[in-house]
């Protein structure tokens, strides 16, 4: 899978993020979790964001990679989970997106009784995970603003002004 598969690109502020994932809370709650399983590094600050949230201290992580940048490769689980997680009952398992579902096919193989939450979901990977907030489309790359940074843009008067 490569770059090209992507024709649009979503952006999400940090202002978004905190609202989407709060939204998220709002439909889990009054669910109890005994804890929260991050995958990273995605899943990091939306789980921070929940624990917050749901007032859950006991948080852990499952770190998966499998993109570099824009193309999705081989699967590759390079730190498991707590082994006291068992079958995942009663945990959280969070992501921030879910988009072909093969890392989520995998996580969910290891924690099939987790309740798998994402604040973004695309087609293939939506069947995948228990609640989502926002859908987009299978073609578009998600910009999440830990992959962005913030840079000066001249204004259009001075850009017209060059000619």
């Known amino acids: 899978m490569s770059a090209n598969r992507y024709r649009k690109d979503f952006s999400i502020t940090w202002d978004q993020i905190h609202r989407d994932t709060r939204d998220l809370c709002a439909r889990l709650y009054p669910r109890e979790f005994k804890g929260i399983i991050a995958i990273t590094r995605g899943g990091l600050i939306p789980a921070g964001l929940i624990a917050r949230e749901l007032n859950v201290r006991w ?72 609640e989502c907030i926002t859908e987009v489309d299978q073609d578009t790359w998600i910009q999440f603003p830990w992959d962005m940074g913030v840079s000066y843009v001249e204004p259009l008067v001075d850009q017209f002004n060059k000619d």
């Open 59 to 130: 948080i852990d992580t499952i770190s998966v990679t499998s993109y570099d940048h824009m193309n999705q490769g081989q699967l590759n689980i390079i730190k498991p989970f707590d082994p006291v997680v068992g079958d995942g009952e009663g945990y959280l398992l969070v992501d921030d997106l879910v988009d072909t579902g093969k890392t989520a096919r995998a996580v969910r193989e290891l924690l099939p009784k987790a309740c798998f939450v994402t604040i973004y979901a695309k087609p293939e990977g939506r069947p995948l995970v228990d």
